[in-house]
């Protein structure tokens, strides 16, 4: 089992950055990558971000690239996801996910294992 806890959302205005950071605790190592989603109100839960926990095969939805960057800290057992330039249409509750390995659909939801409880981020325009 790996638990996830998500951390560092809030109310920011346009244009603002947040750093969300996702921490792994349990059988980590057996994390293969972690991947960030999100899911605004009436919507389905969205890919963000995705991250090998060795540091590679990073990938990014398209409308987040350019102004998201995901990272690990693998000494801390700890994600991040670095957002800069921030639209309103990026609120929604963000969540952490593990994979303990190799799936071929990176995106889909289901490829994930573990999840985090989520936090949210609203931006104001």
């Known amino acids: 089992q790996v638990q996830l806890g998500e951390s560092g959302g809030g ?3 346009a244009g603002d950055s947040l750093r969300l950071s996702c921490a ?3 059988r980590t190592f057996n994390m293969y990558a972690m991947g960030w989603f ?3 109100p009436g919507k389905e839960r969205e890919f963000v971000a995705r991250i090998m ?11 987040v690239k350019g102004r998201f960057s995901i990272s690990r800290d693998n000494a801390k057992n700890t994600g991040y996801l670095q957002m800069n ?3 309103p249409e ?4 963000y969540y952490c996910a593990a994979q303990v390995r190799w799936y071929d659909a990176i995106v889909s939801a289901r490829s994930y294992d573990y999840w985090g409880q989520g936090t949210q981020v609203t931006v104001s325009s």
Not at 53 to 63: E, K, P
Not at 90 to 93: E, K, L
């Open 38 to 40: 999100r899911q605004a």
């Open 24 to 26: 792994a605790s349990g």
């Open 11 to 13: 109310l920011v205005q």
């Open 90 to 93: 990026d609120t929604a509750v």
């Open 53 to 63: 926990w060795s540091g590679g095969g990073i990938f990014y939805t398209d409308s």
């Open 85 to 87: 330039s921030l639209k």
